[in-house]
């Protein structure tokens, strides 16, 4: 059993990013995928910005997921694995925009607090969130060829054409895909073998390129999925992924628990440092010291799944955008479970990078106790403390924040100025949303000044002020395209004469 890893940015961690004064290149782009791609004609395809969020109540899981295509315009599908027959009232298409606002929720952030006048009455508030509740089925054998397969049921969604298969054989499934019109990956049968054998069964859903609409730019702008099973194990299948894996992916996840944060049961756990102060550098290059951070945590932590925010859906401080309402939850599976759409919905992000080498198992999930950090207003040394995750009971108010602090330069004029004391207005922050740009870093340094309350702080004598805490909006492109990557199960594109 793995346990959650102490998260404290330890002085090592710290002094390393404070003292790197070289230059950081851009990482080069990383694609997660929890299953592959197959393409006519060998064209190449890639799922560059899916998203899926899992709730969890009780023994169901509802499962959610957005994913764009880039590729040729022929018909192509997808398979996820799952573990029973699904059918059309299990299965639904989603707006866009509720994954938009969750990224926009969860996403690490870099926020400024400006130093208030030290001549004016101060009054010391600390920003604190209250958790707030908040066709027809049909079964045909096509075991015909030995191939071992059985279509359990199968029906329409908008643009979708699903089937239900059942394999005996992995073998059998491999080429019952091929003769079906899929190139598929060499391979597929290792990879799809351990489903088979424990009898999980496959969402196959084929997609009619004259039922999608496309930019123009040529990619599918497809509808977001959404299907719900019950199952006793909470788990997420991504070994799928490995069969067009290009070396280290990136993975992340967004759970729903009612009154409940999720961690993972088969691998380490580790929570992303947080609440450091920066310098004016990194407001310019916010995606490349965040990149910095991760990878010298996973190296202290390897082959862990970080958590980089679990916070109550209804609430957030400061909040970058509109949190996650009633009408929200019901979206995301909330008329579907158990308990519906009341109570205290718990939204956590988990960033998982691995390789071949890394990923032996599908992600399984478990409940964790409540942490927090990320919180709290600096004080009069312009110091922060909570820089990883403190346990909370059941109260969870964890986030990934980065801050700035502008102390106050204009005039002071009174006898006893009161210096240190650090607010914002009420215009609301925005996120570093989790599909982004890569940025072009060459020459640029990794900025110095990286502190937390262990090892340095900002002085108030430097760096200009203005009067507010805010997330720079040019930053919206600025965290490296591999934060935010994954597909979940995997898509086939179908050859065109079937």
Request: glycine letters at 10%.
């Amino acid at each position: 059993m793995s346990r959650l890893v102490p998260s404290l940015a330890p002085a090592p961690l710290i002094t390393l990013l404070a003292a790197l004064g070289a230059s950081l290149l851009a990482t080069p782009q990383a694609r997660a995928f929890c299953g592959f791609y197959v393409a006519g004609a060998d064209a190449s395809l890639y799922n560059d910005a899916t998203m899926v969020v899992l709730m969890r109540d009780g023994q169901r899981t509802v499962l959610s997921m957005q994913n764009s295509y880039t590729g040729p315009t022929e018909d192509f599908a997808m398979i996820v694995p799952v573990p029973e027959v699904l059918h059309e009232e299990d299965v639904r298409t989603l707006p866009r925009e509720i994954f938009r606002k969750i990224d926009q929720l969860s996403a690490p952030r870099l926020v400024e607090y400006w130093e208030e006048d030290p001549c004016q009455p101060q009054y010391r508030y600390e920003g604190m969130a209250v958790p707030s509740g908040a066709v027809m089925d049909e079964s045909a054998s096509e075991s015909g060829g030995g191939y071992q397969v059985q279509i359990e049921a199968q029906f329409s969604v908008a643009e979708y054409d699903v089937v239900i298969l059942s394999a005996g054989d992995s073998n059998g499934l491999e080429r019952w895909l091929h003769d079906e019109g899929y190139n598929i990956p060499s391979g597929a049968a290792r990879v799809l073998r351990p489903y088979v054998e424990s009898g999980t069964k496959f969402f196959v859903a084929k997609i009619d390129a004259g039922r999608v609409q496309f930019d123009a730019n040529g990619r599918a702008v497809l509808s977001p999925l959404r299907f719900h099973f019950d199952d006793p194990h909470f788990q997420l299948p991504v070994r799928l992924g490995l069969l067009n894996s290009q070396g280290e992916q990136d993975l992340i996840v967004h759970t729903l628990g009612n009154g409940t944060r999720y961690e993972v049961a088969n691998y380490p756990n580790a929570t992303i440092p947080t609440n450091i102060v920066v310098d004016q550098q990194v407001r310019d290059h916010f995606g490349a010291f965040y990149e910095r951070l991760l990878e010298e945590t996973l190296q202290q932590h390897p082959g862990a799944v970080l958590t980089e925010y679990a916070w109550s859906a209804s609430s957030c401080d400061p909040c970058p955008g509109p949190t996650l309402d009633g009408s929200d939850i019901l979206t995301l599976g909330g008329d579907v479970v158990p308990s519906g759409a009341g109570g205290d919905w718990v939204l956590t992000r988990l960033h998982f990078r691995y390789t071949e080498q890394i990923l032996g198992e599908d992600l399984v999930f478990r409940p964790a106790p409540g942490i927090r950090g990320g919180n709290g207003i600096p004080d009069a040394d312009g110091r922060l403390s909570e820089t990883g995750a403190i346990p909370s009971g059941s109260w969870n108010s964890f986030q990934g924040r980065y801050v700035q602090l502008h102390p106050w330069e204009g005039e002071i004029s009174c006898r006893n100025p009161v210096r240190g004391q650090w607010g914002y207005n009420n215009r609301a922050p925005i996120s570093a949303p989790g599909r982004l740009q890569d940025p072009t870093l060459s020459g640029a340094a990794l900025p110095a000044g990286v502190s937390t309350s262990g090892s340095g702080s900002a002085s108030p004598q430097s760096s200009r002020g203005c009067g507010r805490c805010t997330v720079d909006p040019r930053e919206s492109a600025a965290l490296p395209t591999a934060i935010g990557l994954v597909l979940l199960g995997a898509a086939f594109l179908r050859r065109r004469g079937r």
